[in-house]
């Protein structure tokens, strides 16, 4: 029932997430992995592209929680980008732009990588 | 005349007719009467037929009517075991009634039709004949008639009854007709001829229905086939006796109506030996084969039954086991059954098998290296293994062998379930048929394994559901039974779980000011779990609310209660809203949940305070971003809570309630003066519109406080 696709590529210096569907508790673990393996690759430099994205539950929004610390403690970062307006709201009821980084477009999220790291 | 088949025929088994006790009776209650009438009132030992009056005439036919009712509503036959009990009786009474009169003819009996007799003791041996025929000829004819009325369809059915009519026919034409006992009396009329050679004719075409001896046991054709060829000589000896004129004199001047009632019924006797005789002579040699198959029906159609009793796997195996030996000689079996840890086997109580042998069986070497098991697990068939040596032991000092194993794959469509294995102490195992049966008791265990998993399986989820039920009422009982009222506001809640249990909650909670607040959740996730958390964090901002005097704070500490308290994915929303009665005033804080919806002076709009959701950051960014609005109301206005199921209500196109809608429901609403409940109705009754039937996939929760 839960339709749901991503899928993985390189945008120097960054990994982009593209996510398709309906993020639920069914497909969440699908992400999970996904941000598992990019971990485990070190992989910190993460943008995730909504522009596909349907719907997102709270399991859904779970997955970045339970990453994020991480990521962030190796010097990276998930930042977020392309979300409709829908699910920019359920992003913003809960107050994630205090905590992440939400962007219009993928290309803005990637120049901020490249700023930090050219910062840094 | 109806088929003997009708159901009701088959249920009744009797109809109302004389007992047999009572005819037999009847019959040597007549002889006596008779006799006594001869004797005294006629004054002579034996009245002659053409001096019968009226009474006398219709002395036999009275003491006969009882047996002939029986003769036309016979016992039905409902199995072929009964049919050969029959024919055995048939038989044995025919013996029986040979033997008498053959030993009473040896004695003196000396009578000749309308003679007197040359003393008394022959008078009363013929006497005796006489009774004794008289009373074995119904028995006779009562079983020759069962036998021909057994499974009868159709033609046959109407030839059946068609016998009895006439029998009783030929009855009254040999008491009525007044003939002489020493003429051949059958000869002697032209019906009586007729009726006669028309009882014979069918007496043969329906004594060759003799199919009901083709199920029975080898050993009981062969006892068919010995009775009938006894049977026969018997049956002619008899016939011969009673032609003889002193034995006819002796015999039927009683009852002259039986004279050819007798003859009828012998001859029929011999037809049906006759046919019995060859029947189970060519039933012979395909009996074993017969009785094999059947034993193998039996053995099906027990297993079928307990199939649906034994529940329990040990008494599956047990059951498996015995009618395995059963139904193809083996001298073991035994079964393994698939589990995750591997294949399980069982064994077991009988016959005893050592375990070390099995093992050794079980791993006996085919022609093409693998072993019996693994051949059989991979081929999907029945393997068998022969000469398979060292496997011998000892049992109550006998030495034992099982010398071939044959492994049976239980396979339900594609899934294995296990191996059925059957040894045998011959060399050379198992032929072909049996290995058929092998495969057909491998697809019933199999059935039986599947059954027997789903019913423990539907039991354990019956068992669930109803601790879900009990939980379900528990959390009913969580939320406050009656919500405050006040002369200036009252207010309705309700919440909806999706599924039996949710994530949502409401709470009336009182300030260390003793003001009241209102508290709205909604925990991440549905179902059980979220309905764990519910519960936890309705507890917890029960104990905190004593503390806070305001909506923020009961936020903030809330927070640090519960951030890490789960596990880094958790969180939970919610919206704490200040009742402030003396200035009809609402101080509400928002932690991550959907805004309120306020409707004042008839116009709707949202109230969205900042606040991030709880448990998502610590207190420094939590407390930060938190912000309170204090909101004043007039009488008329309306506060309305919810939970995301309100606006995510999803409709049959898959299209969501929104936001939006909310607003517009709740001022037109408004507009009505509705109440807080008629409030709650016009937002329930416009989803329900939207969604069309779609059932909700989220919590739902809707709180309505209306000033007044």
């Known amino acids: 029932m839960s339709q749901f696709s991503l899928m993985v590529r390189e945008s120097p210096p960054t990994q982009v997430i593209d996510l398709n569907g309906y993020l639920d508790a069914h497909t969440a673990p699908q992400l999970e992995s996904a941000f598992q393996d990019l971990v485990n690759e070190q992989r910190y430099n993460i943008i995730v592209n909504f522009r596909d994205l349907v719907y997102i539950s709270s399991a859904g929004l779970g997955v970045f929680m339970a990453f994020i610390e991480d990521v962030r403690n190796n010097n990276g970062d998930i930042k977020l980008a392309g979300m409709s307006p829908k699910v920019y709201n359920v992003f913003d009821l809960l107050g994630f732009p205090m905590l992440y980084e939400i962007y219009e477009d993928e290309q803005q999220a990637r120049q901020k990588f490249i700023d930090s790291h050219s910062i840094g | ?708």
Not at chain 2, 83 to 112: C, D, E, G, H, W
Not at chain 2, 287 to 298: F, H, Y
Not at chain 2, 469 to 478: G, N, V
């Open chain 2, 1 to 708: 005349m109806h088929d003997q088949l009708d159901i009701s025929d088959r249920q009744a088994g009797h109809s109302p007719r004389p007992g047999l006790a009572f005819t037999l009776m009847a019959i040597a209650i007549t002889w006596l009467v008779i006799m006594g009438y001869d004797a005294i009132l006629a004054g002579t030992w034996q009245v002659s037929p053409e001096d019968y009056g009226v009474f006398r005439l219709l002395l036999p036919l009275l003491g006969l009517a009882p047996m002939v009712l029986r003769l036309l509503k016979p016992d039905i036959i409902t199995d072929d075991r009964e049919a050969y009990k029959t024919f055995i009786r048939l038989t044995v009474a025919n013996f029986i009634m040979a033997a008498v009169i053959a030993i009473l003819q040896l004695l003196p009996n000396s009578y000749t039709a309308g003679a007197t007799p040359g003393s008394y003791f022959g008078f009363l041996v013929g006497r005796t004949m006489g009774l004794v025929t008289m009373l074995g000829l119904p028995l006779i004819a009562e079983w020759i008639v069962r036998l021909f009325h057994y499974r009868v369809r159709g033609i046959f059915s109407i030839l059946a009854r068609l016998y009895v009519i006439l029998l009783a026919g030929l009855l009254l034409l040999g008491e009525l007709l007044p003939f002489r006992m020493n003429e051949q009396t059958l000869e002697s009329n032209i019906v009586a001829a007729a009726i006669g050679g028309g009882l014979l004719a069918l007496g043969l075409a329906l004594s060759i229905r003799s199919g009901w001896l083709m199920n029975l046991r080898k050993r009981q054709k062969l006892a068919l086939l010995g009775l009938s060829f006894l049977g026969f000589p018997a049956a002619t000896v008899m016939h011969l006796m009673l032609r003889d004129d002193s034995a006819r004199g002796a015999i039927f001047s009683l009852m002259p109506a039986l004279a050819p009632f007798s003859t009828v019924i012998l001859l029929t006797l011999l037809f049906v030996h006759m046919v019995i005789f060859i029947s189970a002579l060519l039933a012979l040699p395909t009996a074993d084969a017969i009785d094999r198959r059947n034993d193998e029906v039996t053995s099906l159609a027990n297993f079928a039954r307990l199939l649906t009793k034994s529940l329990e796997t040990e008494d599956l195996v047990e059951t498996a086991i015995a009618l395995t030996c059963d139904a193809t000689a083996a001298s073991a079996a035994w079964i393994g059954i698939r589990e995750e840890e591997g294949e399980t086997m069982h064994y077991g109580d009988t016959p005893k098998l050592p375990a070390h042998v099995a093992e050794r069986l079980m791993k006996a070497r085919m022609p093409r290296g693998a072993t019996v098991a693994a051949q059989a697990l991979s081929s999907r068939r029945t393997e068998v293994a022969e000469r398979v040596g060292d496997t011998a032991w000892e049992e109550n000092g006998t030495r034992r062998e099982l010398r071939s194993v044959a492994a049976v794959p239980l396979l339900l469509g594609e899934e294995l379930l296990g191996t059925l294995y059957a040894a045998k102490e011959r060399d050379d195992g198992f032929d072909r048929e049996e290995i058929v049966v092998l495969n057909a008791l491998a697809d019933q265990i199999a059935v039986a394994l599947v059954h027997s998993r789903l019913i423990h399986a539907s039991m354990e989820r019956k068992r669930l559901e109803q601790e879900m039920m009990i939980a379900r009422d528990l959390q009913q009982r969580l939320l406050p039974k009656v919500m405050p009222e006040r002369p200036c506001y009252e207010i309705h809640a309700e919440s909806q779980p999706a599924s039996i249990v949710g994530g949502d909650y409401y709470d009336v909670v009182r300030f260390s000011d003793n003001t009241l607040a209102l508290v709205i959740a909604d925990v991440a996730g549905k179902g059980a779990s979220a309905a764990l958390y519910m519960g936890m964090v309705k507890g917890i901002v029960q104990a905190l609310s004593g503390r806070c005097n305001s909506p923020g704070e009961l936020l903030a500490r809330s927070n640090v209660a519960l951030h890490g308290a789960i596990d880094q994915r958790w969180f939970a929303t919610m919206t704490c809203a200040q009742i402030i009665e003396e200035s009809r005033a609402l101080r509400i804080s928002r932690a991550g949940h959907c805004p309120t919806l306020l409707v004042r002076n008839g116009k709707a709009a949202f109230s969205r305070p900042n606040g991030l959701g709880l448990a998502i950051a610590g207190p420094e960014l939590f407390d930060a971003n938190l912000s309170v609005e204090e909101i004043a109301f007039h009488e008329g206005d309306y506060a309305i809570f919810f939970s995301d199921g309100l606006p995510e209500a999803r409709s049959i196109d898959g299209s969501e309630f929104g936001f939006e809608a909310l607003l517009d429901v709740a001022a037109e609403a408004a507009a009505r003066g509705v109440d807080a409940h008629g409030m709650r109705d016009a937002i329930v009754e416009a989803i329900e519109r939207f969604a069309q039937g779609e059932p909700p996939t989220d919590d739902s929760t809707l709180v309505v406080l209306r000033w007044r």
